[in-house]
């Protein structure tokens, strides 16, 4: 009889046990920060270029290399240089984020002339690409945004200023 005792509660014992540590087998670990820094630090520019006539396209990639087409011709300028647009992203866990952005934005000078500009590619990828970030909270990931500006004829001289917005999405 005492036999049959000690089973029963040598049974209860190892249900409890085996129980208890499933509990720890199930449960979910604390989710990892998911709050997403991003701040421009470089604006897209173009740098210094004249029309000879019939207007073309400048562009720069995102890595900053200029060419043109048409009678775009491209000036080497120090104050001027051409730049793509650099964004510096920071989001903890090794998330991957999406970027979408519009096609096109419009800049215009004082005089409210405008000239269109085709924003893209990144380094990424382009509209929609998906890259994943560093596992390190501190670590930025970044991010280079070329565009391409389309000059029609006889478009006044001038400085032509605009905005393009970028959107950032954590998966």
Not at 66 to 71: A, K
Not at 93 to 104: A, D, L, V
Not at 135 to 147: H, K
Request: charged share 15%; aromatic share 10%; proline share 5%.
């Amino acid at each position: 009889m005492k036999l049959i005792n000690k089973n029963k509660v040598c049974r209860k014992l190892l249900f409890l046990i085996i129980f208890s540590s499933s509990i720890y087998v199930y449960c979910q670990p604390v989710l990892p920060q998911r709050s997403i820094t991003v701040n421009a630090t470089q604006a897209l520019s173009f740098g210094v270029f004249y029309d000879r006539g019939g207007g073309g396209t400048i562009s720069v990639d995102w890595q900053g290399i200029r060419s043109t087409t048409g009678g775009i011709i491209a000036l080497p300028s120090y104050h001027g240089m051409p730049m793509p647009a650099i964004y510096e992203v920071k989001l903890c866990q090794g998330r991957t984020i999406s970027i979408t952005y519009p096609e096109t934005s419009t800049l215009t000078n004082s005089d409210q002339h405008s000239l269109t500009l085709d924003v893209g590619p990144t380094e990424r990828g382009g509209y929609g690409a998906i890259f994943a970030t560093e596992n390190d909270c501190n670590f930025i990931t970044i991010l280079r945004v070329g565009g391409t500006l389309r000059i029609p004829s006889n478009t006044p001289i001038g400085e032509y200023t605009g905005t393009f917005e970028i959107q950032f999405n954590q998966q």
